[in-house]
């Protein structure tokens, strides 16, 4: 007992010692999020799931608007009833005016930048090195802003937000309903690319149109930062309140409008035909029924309507809200079976989606909401639109609006019909991230696109294997991992800071390529979707920040991944595994006595020597010995273990050392494929742990039955290392590897 008391003493002394040296500044590999993280509390718990003191604001929205198709005018007026359930009380109110990124006071303008003569993006964003070039004049006129009772309130705007002073201090538990009358015109989208916009087509002078962040709305006042007043740039989208809608939309009565909600009024707005389609498709589940036919579209696009329908919806819990509405539109439905719901999955679009839309549309929304709903949480809304636009792929609870246009002659590529099934599964995803699971968008970009990404292509490879490709998986995301790291930022960085090349990977591939290694080899897929449906069922309708998602996904696995955030998410370190060396040995069937003989390192090492080192297994194995374990060892026990019979278990094995390199800084499981003289293949998986003491150099010794001829480094690329070259042994089976992987990038 004295003896293992003072190696007890020792251990604890250097463990003391060893913290006091690292802790200052230390940045190990396997160090704990904790201080990067908030400190869990009673609204966030550090099991990422909300607490018992969790709260959340609600905003109820009453609307009326109306667009004219003449002028693309859009005039509205909104009543708001704002709830605050916040323990503390407020003196004023902030709104998001999305559409004054394109007023006169925007701080895009002012911090675009740009070369003369970069002049690629003047079609898509209306920018001309970095100089708006649109005669465009966007931005909201707000004409009143007043209480219930219609008294003034006084407002503040500043660019993209406003602010409102309440009479008296909102309490805890009380609301405040007030209004806001506002107009704008919509912008072509054609010039600004963009979320909402109207396309024109000259051929038969008729307007689709999609509106989007189109009325004043609330921001989110929440316990992880007061106000979410950052103002819009552009590229990091939008942080909303919860709430119920009713809209009444007006539009000439010869359009059909798709919207945030159940239409509530069919029977004033639909002809008998229309609403017996309507019905029927209602009760459909096995193909779209058509409740405006291509036939009937295109008769409409030759007149124009003088007279005006009023639209009405209604949509319960839901954080947004758009529209779509043209007379080109046709239209078509069907009923998804989701559990013990039956959501209706419906598709908007003009002649010019044919064929693709009409093929493939409703039947991508019923892929989409099957896979995601057994993967988070069940689809909990009525209806589920998708609208054809062109170039565009864009988000709203309950409708998207989506890209995907066949050639003229309806024709269309492979790569097309890719794209638009693509896009249709991706923007419907969305419903789940971030318009139920609510996180913030305008902060961290991943939260919604990378969790949404991984999902849209676990739908593409479940529903559309003929389709899917390397799109958010680790062999995916090698191109953009092994660029200048220097230039890049980290995933978590904010939206809007990143260049524009790097804004796809680092929001949508990236985390989605991260999320694929993280359920197929690190964690495996059993453990992953439960996790993984863990953080969606707890955060639905709420608002997640990062910390709620990485606390989740290891509370509900036991996991520790820690080591896996830090390395993706908070550096742009990349895997680079490099298989330094391999050696080679067979048990010598002598015996040494230790007390006679000095135990020296055997080396093992093979022939045809480059660089000091062995390219192939050619010199065959070096014998080596073991020694029996000495008296010493054994303390105070009175047995003693069987040195022979430990000798047996080795003997006539195979024994190969190997070292491996980290030269990328991106800690990884391994993933060896190890090829037998008899052609036979075995693939061991070793967790990134592995790494935990060296997380720079590691040896490890494999006892293997048969002899090895071939092994290779991640040889189905599903850990995202960027140089091949280095991953196999013998050297030259690195050659075959690269040429494989070269022909998989074809
Ligand atoms: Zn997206």
């Not at 004033?268 to 096995?286: F, G, H, I, N, W």
């Not at 539109?329 to 998804?336: L, R």
């Not at 990378?450 to 739908?459: A, D, P, V, Y």
């Not at 007390?595 to 000091?612: F, I, P, T």
């Amino acid at each position: 007992m004295k003896r293992l008391f003072s190696v007890a003493m020792a251990l604890c002394i250097s463990t003391a010692l060893l913290a006091q040296q690292q802790t200052p500044g230390w940045k190990g590999k396997f160090e704990q999020l904790d201080q990067a993280l908030p400190t869990p509390n009673s609204y966030r718990t550090g099991s990422g799931a909300p607490g018992p003191a969790y709260w959340q604001q609600r905003a109820d929205y009453v609307i009326n608007v109306e667009v004219d198709d003449k002028t693309q005018m859009l005039t509205g007026s909104e009543t708001i009833t704002y709830y605050n359930n916040s323990p503390e009380a407020l003196r004023y109110l902030w709104l998001q005016l999305d559409q004054n990124i394109f007023g006169d006071q925007n701080m895009t303008d002012a911090t675009e930048t740009g070369v003369v003569g970069d002049s690629a993006s003047v079609l898509v964003f209306g920018y001309m090195s970095g100089v708006r070039v649109s005669d465009y004049k966007g931005g909201y006129t707000i004409k009143a802003v007043k209480d219930a009772v219609g008294k003034a309130l006084p407002y503040t705007i500043n660019k993209t937000m406003m602010r409102v002073d309440l009479p008296a201090p909102l309490k805890t538990g009380e609301k405040f309903t007030f209004g806001v009358d506002w107009s704008y015109k919509e912008y072509d989208r054609q010039v600004f690319s963009g979320r909402g916009g109207y396309e024109f087509f000259p051929e038969d002078g008729n307007y689709v149109y999609t509106f989007a962040q189109w009325f004043p709305r609330m921001c989110v006042f929440d316990d992880f930062e007061g106000w979410q007043n950052k103002q819009f740039l552009g590229m990091g989208e939008f942080a909303l309140t919860f709430g119920n809608y009713k809209v009444k939309i007006t539009v000439p009565s010869d359009h059909i409008v798709g919207a945030s909600g159940v239409l509530v009024n069919a029977k004033d707005v639909l002809s008998k035909t229309q609403l017996e389609r309507y019905e029927l498709a209602k009760k459909t589940t096995d193909k779209p029924v058509f409740i405006v036919t291509a036939e009937e579209a295109a008769q409409k696009e030759k007149t124009k309507a003088t007279t005006k329908s009023t639209w009405e919806f209604s949509a319960d819990n839901v954080r947004d809200f758009a529209f779509a509405h043209s007379r080109k539109f046709i239209w078509d439905a069907m009923a998804v079976k989701i559990g013990d719901k039956t959501p209706v999955a419906m598709s908007l679009y003009p002649k010019e989606g044919n064929p693709l839309w009409e093929r493939e549309s409703t039947k991508a929304i019923k892929n989409a909401l099957e896979v995601y709903s057994e993967r988070t949480i069940q689809y909990p809304y009525p209806v589920a639109y998708s609208v054809h636009t062109a170039n565009q792929g864009m988000e709203y609870p309950m409708i998207c609006f989506n890209g995907g246009r066949p050639n003229k002659d309806g024709s269309y590529s492979q790569q097309k019909l890719f794209d638009m099934v693509m896009v249709v599964v991706h923007e419907v995803g969305h419903n789940f991230f971030p318009m139920i699971i609510n996180s913030d968008e305008r902060q961290w970009t991943w939260m919604d696109e990378g969790l949404n990404t991984f999902l849209e292509k676990e739908t593409m490879r479940v529903r559309y294997p003929a389709l899917a490709g390397t799109r958010g998986t680790p062999k995916g995301i090698v191109p953009f991992m092994k660029g200048e790291r220097s230039q890049m930022r980290p995933i978590m960085a904010n939206s809007d800071d990143m260049r524009g090349q790097e804004f796809g990977p680092n929001g949508y591939t990236k985390p989605s390529a991260a999320l694929t290694l993280l359920r197929e080899t690190v964690m495996g897929p059993e453990l992953f979707d439960k996790a993984f449906k863990e953080y969606a069922e707890r955060w639905a309708f709420k608002h997640p920040k990062p910390a709620d998602f990485f606390r989740s996904m290891e509370d509900a696995s036991a996991v520790d991944l820690d080591w896996f955030w830090r390395g993706w998410f908070y550096t742009t370190d990349n895997v680079d595994v490099e298989l330094d060396e391999v050696k080679w040995f067979k048990l010598k069937s002598e015996t040494i006595d230790p007390e006679k003989k000095a135990v020296k390192a055997k080396q093992g090492d093979l022939n045809a020597k480059k660089d000091g080192k062995a390219t192939d297994f050619g010199a065959g194995p070096e014998e080596f010995t073991l020694v029996n374990t000495p008296d010493q060892l054994y303390g105070e026990f009175k047995s003693r273990v069987d040195d022979n019979a430990v000798k047996q278990k080795l003997s006539n094995k195979n024994i190969y050392q190997l070292k491996f390199k980290n030269k990328g800084g991106l800690v990884t499981p391994l993933v060896i494929e190890w090829t037998y003289k008899d052609g036979s293949k075995e693939i061991e998986r070793i967790p990134a742990e592995v790494w935990r003491i060296n997380e720079n150099e590691i040896t490890k010794v494999f006892v293997k039955e048969k002899e090895v001829t071939n092994i290779v480094i991640d040889p189905n690329f599903e850990l995202a290392d960027v140089d091949v070259n280095n991953n196999a042994f013998p050297k030259k089976a690195t050659e075959s590897k690269v040429d494989q992987f070269k022909k998989n990038n074809n």
